[in-house]
């Protein structure tokens, strides 16, 4: 990130949001919402002196994922580029009573501009690159894990801000009461192949998992329980890390968590099933860890008809071919990277991120594009100018001409045939698609089958 900041050819708009698309390859146009900070990032200093004084403390369910605290003034997380903070105009009581204004009178710099608008800019660029990720899916929705019922039954994103340094307790694992957990369980698969929640796999949690039984067994000594269905170790020196963690003497039930109950002493019992043993087995423990399922971002909607993205059923972002194609999309000049297309574990999402990136190298590099010739062709003759093939085309390929007929950009055209099949008057004919072309095919094979 430090690096990308730095780079003379790498322009960061943090704070910022796309609103709109249009052109194709080689040739889009982005307008981009630069959202007022009410901080000048060209004079801030990133001192922090604001946000030690701002009196206003909010629970942090951003970065913190609820464990710890900011203020009204802050910076959104500890290696934030640009070292900027930002004024939550929500919280801040300047602009919601009218009060306070000691981030402006005590920043050494002068960076406090309350009066500060959002900018809206417009980018000209050749290629555009998806990397939007993923969203934690709220557990609260089988409440059978009980989570929300007790503090100590955390995820595993609130177990990583508590075994972080920089987290609430300094990276200390402690229960809400304070204190070293004596008993763990982690409880795999919470959301993820149950067809109650999300039927996929969510892929990295059993490793994150194991990498949090390690962390609880080293720094705290604590007995922990790891209700697992089966263990997909599947990445390089994945299998040996597992073996590593059954040494370290964390006990693996393989079986379903199936549920948690709050005790009336504080206690959480994990009743789950050993399918080794064929029994059904109850653990109370201090700490329960839910490894929840990973699903696409609350906007997938809106971001997937912005970029004219398809997704998969699940809701991913969907590639243009899964084995062949995994970082293009059916827009051409627009690429998929990370867990935005599906779930995927650090080495993987960079992995995924390179080949996108080439993508885009490759594409330049050529200094012209190579489109398809299977695209759609507009008879003036017969269009009537309904607009029907407009509001057809998923691609936003077509657009009536100063005749007020249909005409076909070629370029964002990608032959799906679906303007032709709607053109009430046949006008519209798919290159090498055409209906003669289909109908000899099957005259073609309707003959060698009556052979
Ligand atoms: C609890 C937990 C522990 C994990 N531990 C490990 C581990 O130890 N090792 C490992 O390899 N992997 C681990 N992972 C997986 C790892 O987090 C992912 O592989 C990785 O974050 C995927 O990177 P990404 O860039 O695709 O998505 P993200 O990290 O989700 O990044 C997407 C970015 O896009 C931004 N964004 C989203 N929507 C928009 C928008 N509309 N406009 C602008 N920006 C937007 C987001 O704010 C975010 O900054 C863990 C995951 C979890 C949940």
């Known amino acids: 990130m430090m690096d990308a900041g730095r780079h003379p050819n790498i322009t960061l708009l943090t704070y910022s949001e796309v ?22 990032e060209e004079v801030c200093t990133g001192c922090g ?79 555009i690159v998806v990397a939007t990720g993923f969203a934690m899916w709220d557990p609260r929705k089988l409440p059978q894990y009980s989570y929300g019922l007790s503090p100590n039954i955390i995820t595993g994103l609130q177990f990583e801000r508590l075994t972080s340094a ?7 694992i402690l229960t809400a009461e304070g204190k070293k957990p004596e008993r763990v369980a982690i409880i795999h698969c919470v959301g993820s192949r149950d ?99 990973i699903e696409p971002q609350p906007d997938a909607d809106r971001v997937a008809a912005l970029f004219r993205l398809g997704r998969t059923p699940d809701g991913w972002f969907a590639e243009a071919h899964p084995k062949l194609r995994p970082v293009e999309t059916a827009t051409a000049g627009i690429f998929l990277a990370g867990a935005c297309q599906g779930p995927r574990d650090i080495p993987d999402t960079v992995a995924h991120a390179e080949a996108a990136a080439m993508e885009v190298v490759k594409l330049f590099n050529l200094g012209e594009v190579v489109i398809s010739p299977t695209v759609a062709v507009v008879n003036e003759a017969a269009c009537v100018g309904c607009g029907e093939c407009i509001l057809a ?20 055209c990608q032959g799906c045939g679906t303007c032709a099949a709607t053109c009430p008057s046949h006008a519209i004919t798919a290159l090498h698609f ?18």
């Open 166 to 172: 920089g987290g609430p307790t300094g990276g200390e």
């Open 19 to 40: 609103e709109d698309v249009s052109g194709y390859i080689g040739n889009f146009t982005v307008r981009v919402r630069k959202k007022a900070r009410s901080v000048r």
């Open 195 to 293: 067809v109650n929640a999300h039927p996929y796999c969510s892929r990295i949690c059993c490793m994150y998992s194991l990498k949090h039984a390690h962390q609880v067994r080293e720094k705290t000594g604590a007995e922990v329980y790891e209700f697992y269905m089966d263990m997909r170790a599947f990445g390089k020196a994945y299998e040996e890390f597992y073996e590593r963690v059954q040494e370290d003497g964390v006990i693996f039930v393989r079986g379903r968590g199936a549920e948690v109950e709050v005790l009336p002493n504080g206690k959480l019992r994990v009743k789950g099933e050993d399918a080794n043993l064929g029994r059904l087995v109850f653990v109370d423990v201090d700490m329960v860890i839910l490894a929840t399922a």
């Open 434 to 451: 055409t209906d003669q072309e289909i109908v000899a095919q099957i005259d073609g094979l309707l003959e060698r089958a009556m052979l």
């Open 393 to 412: 085309c998923p691609y936003s390929a077509i657009a009536r001409n100063i005749r007020g007929k249909a005409e076909v950009n070629p370029a964002l």
């Open 49 to 127: 002196i604001c946000q030690e004084k701002c009196p206003v403390k909010v629970v942090d369910t951003g970065f913190e994922a609820g464990m710890g605290k900011r203020k009204a003034i802050y910076r959104p997380f500890a290696q934030a580029i640009p070292n900027v903070p930002v004024i939550d105009r929500e919280n801040c009581l300047w602009f919601t009573k009218g009060r306070c204004r000691a981030c402006e009178k005590l920043c050494p710099a002068g960076a406090i501009d309350y009066e500060q608008q959002d900018q809206i800019l417009e980018l000209k660029v050749g290629a």
